[in-house]
Nanobody, 120 residues
Framework: QVQLVESGGGLVQAGGSLRLSCAAS????????MAWYRQASGMQRELVAV???????NYADSVKGRFTISRDYAKNMVYLQMNSLKTEDTAVYYC??????????????WGQGTQVTISS
């Protein structure tokens, strides 16, 4: 099993920055892609950014140029640097990964979420 634990959420004013971190732990044979999703109140969960095992990244149009996803492969961590935050970025942010706990046993894993609130 793989556990994901997020940190770094909080309350910040519009225009400010936050950095989210997510640590993967447990029985990890390999991790493929890691990503950040978010879910605003009353809305569906949406992909914010993803980074593959090769380092390729992709972003939601709404965060391009403001958010940066990065990964520490040695530490099994993923980060989300969020700049120029807007009130519409307010949401619970979830860490996600696709990982093998042993060869050919591939599953999707989710963190518990961290609240990000942007005030005007």
């Amino acid at each position: 099993q793989v556990q994901l634990v997020e940190s770094g959420g909080g309350l910040v004013q519009a225009g400010g920055s936050l950095r989210l971190s997510c640590a993967a732990s447990g029985t990890i044979f390999s991790i493929d892609r890691m990503a950040w999703y978010r879910q605003a109140s009353g809305m569906q969960r949406e992909l914010v950014a993803v980074i593959t095992n090769s380092g390729s990244t992709n972003y939601a149009d709404s965060v391009k140029g403001r958010f940066t996803i990065s990964r520490d492969y040695a530490k099994n961590m993923v980060y989300l640097q969020m700049n120029s935050l807007k009130t519409e970025d307010t949401a619970v942010y979830y860490c996600y990964c696709v990982a093998e706990s042993k060869p050919r046993y591939t599953y999707q894993y989710w963190g518990q979420g961290t609240q990000v609130t942007i005030s005007s």
